[in-house]
């Protein structure tokens, strides 16, 4: 049981270009969600689903797009990578959000020079 | 924004001492939990306290929640080299934007010294 994968683990881009960060569970679990950790602001909320087809913004929305055709994949996508979207991120998914254990990916570091 | 803040932001003690880190919210909420993250490493689920629950425990953890104060804490007794990490707390929006998004405090930084 892999429980949530996240690609790729390091990733270094030039301000401007675009790319995705994939994430699939194998939980079949409904909700999945993208955060991104930065210090000493903890664990930020990118974008959020609740199930095939279904997407929400979090707090940090913007320069972010996600999808979610299949319950098993979440990926998000840079648009055009800004030195601000340095980050660590992670990928979670739980069977119904906040009601229950989330279960976290091992993050995937990304640099934006 | 966050909903959970640590108190403290970081703690360092001795093996074998109690470790105990407070987190302070603001909403109303359905749920809190605590995880824990190793450097480097995802975050990984402690325990799951509800609003109707004032007590929990799990192995050496023990979790309370008080919502007329908005606040809850986590006792780690008998402490060990392996706790060392950093510990969130994490809040569902309550009855204003239901449970689907659940909103992670910054983290308290614990050390334990062998």
């Known amino acids: 049981n892999a429980g949530v994968t996240q690609t790729p683990k390091f990733q270094v881009l030039k301000t401007g270009q675009s790319m995705t960060l994939q994430c699939a569970q194998d939980?079949?679990?409904?909700?999945m969600s993208w955060y991104r950790q930065d210090p000493g602001m903890g664990l930020r909320l990118i974008h959020y689903?609740?199930?095939?087809?279904?997407?929400d913004q979090g707090e940090v929305p913007n320069g972010y797009n996600v999808s979610r055709s299949t319950t098993e994949d979440f990926p998000l996508r840079l648009l055009s990578a800004a030195p601000s979207q340095t980050s660590v991120y992670f990928c979670?998914?739980?069977?119904?959000?906040?009601?229950?254990?989330?279960?976290f990916g091992e993050g995937s570091w990304l640099t934006v020079v | 924004s966050q909903q959970g803040e640590e108190d403290p932001q970081a703690l360092s003690i001795q093996e074998g001492e109690n470790a105990t880190m407070n987190c302070s919210y603001k909403?109303?909420?359905?749920?809190l939990q605590w995880y824990r993250q190793n450097s480097g490493r995802g975050l990984v689920h402690l325990i799951l306290?509800?609003?109707?629950?004032r007590e929990k425990h799990s192995g050496r953890l023990r979790v309370t929640l008080d919502t007329s104060k908005k606040s809850s804490s986590l006792l780690i007794t008998a402490s060990r080299a392996a706790d060392t990490a950093s510990y969130f707390c994490?809040?569902?929006?309550?009855?204003?934007?239901?449970?689907?998004?659940?909103?992670f405090g910054k983290g308290m930084k614990l050390t334990v010294n062998p």
């Open positions: 689903s609740v199930g095939a087809g279904i997407t």
């Open positions: 909403t109303s909420i359905n749920n």
């Open positions: 939980m079949n679990h409904e909700y």
């Open positions: 994490a809040t569902d929006e309550g009855s204003q934007g239901g449970s689907e998004k659940l909103v």
């Open positions: 979670a998914s739980s069977r119904t959000g906040g009601r229950n254990t989330i279960y």
């Open positions: 306290i509800r609003s109707n629950e």
